[in-house]
Structures are given as C-alpha cells and as structure tokens.
C-alpha cells in the first residue's frame, strides 16, 4: 500500500506545518510594533485605568507564555479570538465573508485554469507558429499586468466609460431581489474582479501549461505515439496533455498562495465584501486578533490546497508511489 | 518479391553551414520474409534512413530526392492520413535507446492496446486481450499488463516496445538499434527473442546495429553504410567470412564478437567525417590504408565482384 503511506506521509507534513504556522502566526502579532488597546480607543478622554481593564479584558496583560497558552487553547475550541474593531469574535467576522470569498475564488480559478490550460496546450502544441506567437505574447502582456492595475483599468473602460457593468459590491443597494433574481445581480457584480483575477492568473498557466507542452512535444514517448499512427488528437489528448499536466497540477498548489494576494487586491478595487477587503480593512484598523485569524485561514488553505493537490497527483502520476517522479 | 525498394534516396539536414548530406544517393531493396542489416559506425545515416522508411524526417531534415517504394506505393508521396494508416501497422519501427519510448503516466498493456484499437475494427475488451498476448509473446507474463513503465527494467521496456510494433501482423518492421545500450546479458536475451520471432511471425524485418556480429545471426544480407553512402552488400555469411571493401573488414576488426569468439580488435583510427563538407572521391579515404590518388578524387560506383556489390576502387 505505497499509496496509503505517501498519502499519510504528506498528511503528517501538512499537520506539522499547521502547528508551525500557527506559533508562527502567535508570535509576529507580539513582535509587532503599535499597541493594539490604543489603536482601539483612540480618545484622549480614555483613562489608563480603562486602557488596563481592557488589557485584562483581551489577556493582554499576562506574560508572553501566559498568552501563548491561552491562545493554543482558545485555538483548540475553535476560538480564533475577539476582533478589537468590530467587537464580536474573529470567527465570526471571517465566517461572515468566507462565502463572498470562495464563490469569487473558485469561478476565477476555475475560469482561468481551463482557459490557461487550454491556450497554453494549443501553443506547445504548435510551438512556433502563428498562433503560439500570439497566445504567447498575449499571456506574457496578462501576466505582467498585477491585479490591482488591472481591475482599476477593467472598472475605467467597462464600469465608468461603457457602463457595462457596476462599479462595485456584490448586489444592487436596496434592491430588494431574491431567489434567481438575486443570483443574477451577484453574478452581475462579480464579473469586473473575477476577471480581474482570471486575466493575471489566465497569463501564468498559459505560461506554465505552454513550457511544459514544449518539454513533452520532445519527449521519445511522442515520437512512439507518432510512429504508432494515432491520429493528432489521441496523441494530444493521451500522450502530450497528460503528461504536460503534471507539473501544471503541481504549481497550481503553489499558486493558490499567489491567488490570495490577488484577490486581496481584486477585493479592495471592487469594494468585494470577502476576505480581501476584511484583510484590507483589519490592516487599517490595526485589528490584530481579526488579522491573526485571516492569516490562520490563509495558511491553513494554502497547506490544505497543496494537500489536495499532493492527492491528485497520486491520480495522475503513478511514478509518484514509488517516488520515481521528481528524480 | 521486394516488399522494399530504396531508389537514390537523399536525405540533408539543413545545418547553418550548408546541408549535411546524412544520406546520399543509397538504393537497396528487401524481399519478403528476408531480414536486411544495416551497419555502419555512429553517424553514417543509419537512422536517418530508417526514419526517411516511415517518412518520418524531422527538421531540419529534408528528404531531397529518390524513391522508397513499399508495397507498389511510393512512401514519399502519401498524404497525412495514408501515412497515419500506414505507420503502427504496415510498418513500425523499434527505436534505438528507447528507455523513455513508452509513455510514463500509461499502462504497458494500454500503450499495446491502443495500437490496435487505432489500426483495426475491434472492440476495447478484444484489444486488451492481443495485447495481453502480445505481452506473453514477447516473454512479458499477461500478469503484467497493468504495469507502468517505471516499474520495468531496460530489457523488458524494449520487448514491450517489440509487442507494440508486432501487434498489428506488420508487413514491415524497422528495429532501429534495439539492443544498443542495455548489458551483455539482456543483449544476447533480447536477440534470442528477436530471432525466434522472426522465424515465428516471418517478419521482414531491416535491422540496424553498428556492428557485424550482432546482425551476423538475425539477417540474411547486410547493407555497410559509411558516411551517407553505401559501402558494400552482399549475403550475411558471405560478408563476414570475405569481407571486400576495406571499410567492412575494418568493422568487422573492431567490434567484438557478440558469440564470445577471441579475436584481436583493432579500431579504426579517425572517425566520420563531417557531412557538410564531406571528402572529395571515396568518402572512406582519408582513414584508409589502402587509398591512391584515384580514391581521393573519383568516386567509386557500385560494382558487382564475387556476388557482393561494392563501392571501391581498390577491390579487384
Ligand atoms: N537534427 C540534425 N541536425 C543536423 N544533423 C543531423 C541531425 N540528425 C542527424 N544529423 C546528422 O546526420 C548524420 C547521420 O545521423 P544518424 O542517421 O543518426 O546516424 P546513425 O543512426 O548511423 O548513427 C550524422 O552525421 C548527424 O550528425
Ligand atoms: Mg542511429
């Protein structure tokens, strides 16, 4: 059961690395510079008693042991702390917006994943020609562009000049819809920073997809395929594309830590009411429980996508059971 | 019947300084249930002629003239999809140094399978089943079928390499090298195979190695190729016990003997030339003891003397 131990090996890692992230999490909010109580209550009229009793309040008077206990067991409940700004706990503020969130991540990733592999596919594929050229020189502009850029250059000409699409938020203010209507005005709403998303990340698997269809189309197995007299497309399909996606599928893993940063900044354009903009906003608040929590998340997912991916793999190479892959 | 006819084939690889004749006006033909070899030193065009067979050059090599007449058609002349329905069943070919030929992430049985399945009306089930047979026919157990090719050793990617270009009852099939780079042993095992199943399946076959004392038990006649050009021709037994042109009996003294028969080697001094620019008159002339100075300007046309046919000035 060689599949069973590679699974339980990578299982062990992802674990370890949790543990690591979140004494690492505990320790860069105490390293940090500013005093979270002030930043809270900013009032000069507030007193130094008040400010202590606060301290009590959130732990913050106990040695630095004393808080990390308290943090590992508050964590070990589910406990991810009580947000200074919003007052009300961190699990809570990010439970609210994890939804808005993942629905925008996964139709991005989704729609430029395909796409990127896609495109990219067809230019290894012809490597060289017309075609490559322009799906190269496309994808190399996309990437080049960060998020940001290009969602406030999308909401200029689609939001502001054709007036194509809304300027922001995930529904119409007081519009009152429900059921498919709703649905529909979400969609509406989450084209311009999906897409924002989707053009930069888009660029980086055609990239990928493309350098790795250039390496296989070399290969000894493809000149077999050949020499076998398959028609074009059963050489692409099960002997090009299968192997090209090995290290698309890898990368993607890596990726999805990229993809945080860009949907930090899609959401901020957007005014996208998602961890993002929750990330954005606890910065400016100097929030550092709710801060905490989010960067929790983020590694969390980040260790859970490679895990996944690690998973996949096993699907798709079989060399990886025995370690035969990756010399 | 000549199931092969090679007229004057040219094969050039277009190279920055020129094209480099790889092939050169060579003509040789192989009938039916015959096995042809094909010997020559690294470089000679061996290769380049069996790719140029399947019509299969890759840049920048370009076929630059002659004929490759297979069953009554041209090769040179057939469409894309002629050439599709051509190549993995009336010709195949098993490469030289073909450790990544199979495809990693593929069973061996499916990579047997889908050969047939693209070449003849029949159905999944029926196509797993050949090519479990193909499998114990080239002495892979059926057992294995659904192992991968990181799980096989050198030997047995090269018999499963064997039942793929088997599997579609070929009217031709090419074996390009097949044992070069694998160890002695799996050497004398994977001839052994191919000389049983040359007998068993009739194959005709065109087997290419570098060196006599491989082919000198698997072929019937045996073609020495040097530098583009054809050297010399003639029935296998014959060639090897009177070997005329100067360049066949230097091959033969500087190969060991596969059998295990002691002999003294002496290897030949030089190597290849260049095929940009490759020498005036005999191109084997500059690394031969016997040239004069018509070797070194004329070049020699394919004679007939005591049934081999040889290009050489100084054979009488
Ligand atoms: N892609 C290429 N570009 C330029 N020259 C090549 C290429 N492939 C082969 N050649 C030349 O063609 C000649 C014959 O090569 P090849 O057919 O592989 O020889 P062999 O199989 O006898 O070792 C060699 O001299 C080699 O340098
Ligand atoms: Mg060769």
Redesign the interface.
Known sequence: MKTLQFILKKLTGALITIVAIAIANFAIFRIAPGDPIRMMFKDPRVSTEQLQAMRVKFGLDKSIGGQFIDYVKQLLHGNLGFSFWQKRPVADVIGDRIGQTLILVVTALVIATTLGIILGAISGWRNGSKTDRTILSLSLVLYSIPTFAMGILLLLVFGFILLLFPLGGITTPASGFTGFMYLKDVLWHMVLPAFSIVLWYVGEYILLTRSSMVEVMD???I?????????ES?ILR??AL??AL?PVVTLSGVNFAFAIAGVIEAETVFSWPGIGRLTYDAVMKRDYPLLQGIFLLFAVSVVVANFIVDLIYTR????IK?G?AHE | MNILEIKDLKVYYMTKNGPAKAVDSISFSVEKNKTVGLIGESGCGKTTTARAIMNFVKEPGEIAGGEIIFNGRNILNLSDGELRALRGKEITIVRQEAQNALNPVMTIGDQIAEVILEHERIDKKAAWQRAEKQLDLVGISHKRAKTFPHEMSGGMRQRGMIAIATACNPDFIIMDEPITGLDVIVQRQLLTLINDLRNRLNLTALFIAHDLSVVSETCDEVVVMYAGKIMEKADVVSLYQNPLHPYTKALIHSYPSIRGERRKLKSIPGSPPLLVNPPEGCRFHPRCEFATDLCRTVEPEIRRINGHSVACHIVK
Do not use: E, M
Request: net charge positive; proline share 4%.
């Open positions: 290969q000894d197995y000149v077999t395929a050949r020499s076998k007299g398959l028609r059963v099960k002997h299968r192997n090995l798709i190479d079989p060399r025995t035969a």
